[in-house]
């Protein structure tokens, strides 16, 4: 148990009441929040993520994703329909082969300024 001399104690000796007042009022509601915790919890695993990275350079079918990462077409599936879900990817067929792409411009801008942010 720690020392409670080391505890840091929050005393409420003055509080910028404006200031609470305009964050509260721009504070998403509790379902946003939790949605945008869900979002975040697919960033959480680093096969989405690589998967994510891969169709970042280039849209490709799932073939081609298990080749590049060496797993099973299973594996991959699985994961991009966790991916789909999470409006992440979107796909396209050209006959019988489906296609992978990132989503939006959004998701290109999360992983990109993610990875500029684990790079410097």
Known sequence: MPDQKNVPQCEFLFVHQEIVDRVNQALPSEETLFDLAELFKVFGDSTR???LYVLFEAEMCVCDI???????????????????????????????????????????????????????
Request: net charge positive.
């Open 49 to 51: 993520v690589k998967i």
């Open 66 to 120: 298990a080749q590049l990462l060496g797993m099973t077409q299973s594996a991959i599936s699985h994961q991009l329909q966790v991916l789909k879900k999470s409006k992440l990817v979107k796909y396209r067929r050209e006959g019988k082969t489906v296609f992978y792409s990132l989503a939006d411009d959004h998701v290109r801008a999360i992983l990109g300024q993610g990875m500029d942010h684990v790079t410097e």
